[in-house]
């Protein structure tokens, strides 16, 4: 079916460093892509999304293409800020139905 | 809008009794979703509704979990007995499209 794949294990950095943060996706048709965030304490909400191939989808500072050449989705943002710690979830929609396919999501720690 | 309510915030019980978790959709909402976080499995679809009636339960672990949503704007989650390796987050979402709106969460501890 349907899936998305994060890469393994948390991501420490610094402040004002560069973030990447890998997704790659197994899809029937054209999936929307999204990223969401989940902060400490609370539930999941919507960080950006693309509908089709080459869309950009941004929001804060984050961004992150569309590319089907590559069935990828990275997730990137230039200059991180300790506020940016938090959870990060790849996810697209299933094929032929209104619901979400996550990523195992990976933890991003920034320190001062 | 105030969101998706969910209660109770946290939830601590004794192996053996009923738990009722507690989700209020935004309004206008046709779609409403169950999902389960741990550490272990991460965020699991447990089950889903459109216009009140259950679509996929597919994700739902056994017959102690049942779901009901009785009308638009409420949908219970019930684990009936409960047992320690329920403990978790219980979140409830909804949507009218594809972005997912996702309530604050049930922490629940089953000791």
């Known amino acids: 079916g349907d899936s998305v794949t994060q890469m393994e294990g948390p991501v420490t950095l610094s402040e004002e460093a560069f973030l990447t943060i890998n997704c790659t996706y197994t899809?029937?048709?054209?999936?929307?892509l999204f990223w969401y965030v989940q902060y400490p304490g609370e539930g999941l909400q919507l960080l950006l999304k693309?509908?089709?191939?080459?869309d950009k989808g941004s929001n804060k500072g984050f961004e992150a293409t569309y590319r089907k050449e590559t069935t990828s989705f990275h997730l990137e943002k230039g200059s991180v800020q300790v506020s940016d710690s938090a959870v990060y979830f790849c996810?697209?929609?299933?094929?032929?139905?209104?619901?979400?396919?996550f990523g195992k999501g990976n933890q991003v720690v920034v320190i001062p | 809008d105030a969101g998706v309510i969910q209660s109770p915030r946290h939830e601590v019980t004794e192996m053996g009794q009923e738990v009722t978790l507690r989700c209020k959709p935004i309004s206008g909402h046709d779609y409403l979703f169950w999902y389960r976080q741990t550490m272990m499995r991460g965020l699991e679809l447990l089950i889903y509704?459109?216009?009140?009636?259950?679509?996929?339960d597919s994700g739902m672990p056994e017959d102690r979990f049942s779901a009901k949503m009785p009308n638009a704007s409420f949908s219970t989650l019930k684990i009936q007995p409960s047992e320690p390796r329920d403990s978790a987050v219980y979140f409830c979402?909804?949507?009218?499209?594809?972005?997912?709106?996702f309530g604050s969460g049930t922490q629940l501890s089953v000791l």
């Open positions: 509704f459109n216009n009140n009636v259950p679509i996929d």
């Open positions: 899809a029937t048709g054209y999936p929307s």
């Open positions: 979402a909804s949507s009218s499209g594809e972005k997912l709106f």
């Open positions: 693309a509908t089709k191939a080459d």
């Open positions: 996810a697209l929609t299933q094929y032929g139905n209104n619901r979400l396919a």
